[in-house]
């Protein structure tokens, strides 16, 4: 059975940091794109970071100054490291793992991000 855990989401202070990790299960996870997705209140879901099984990288507008992804094959563990942190960073952030051949396509349900003074 697939899994995928987001952990590390929380209520933090503008121009501080978290790191979220995302622990997967189920799945050849070393094959598989890990990507962190996020959607705020009222809003659409938007593309935030991704990253190959090669550890090639890409990031969502405005995202690559202050969001770092990465993985740990090993650990089958997908993290995000964001810093500086804005109160428009406020959302639930989900990860996602993708088969770059379109087998499978997986969703964990998602961690609370909260930027607030």
């Known amino acids: 059975q697939v899994h995928l855990v987001e952990s590390g989401g929380g209520l933090v202070q503008p121009g501080g940091s978290l790191r979220l990790s995302c622990v997967a299960s189920?799945?050849?996870?070393?094959?598989?794109?890990m990507k962190w997705y996020r959607q705020a209140p009222g809003k659409g879901r938007e593309l935030v970071a991704g990253i190959t099984h090669h550890s090639v990288t890409q990031y969502g507008d405005s995202m690559k100054d202050r969001f770092t992804i990465s993985r740990d094959n090993a650990k089958n563990t997908a993290y995000l490291q964001m810093n500086n942190l804005k109160p428009e960073d406020t959302a639930v952030y989900y990860c996602n793992a993708i088969d770059p051949l379109g087998v499978g396509d997986y969703w964990g349900k998602g961690t609370l991000v909260t930027v607030s003074s």
């Open positions: 189920g799945f050849t996870y070393s094959s598989y794109v």
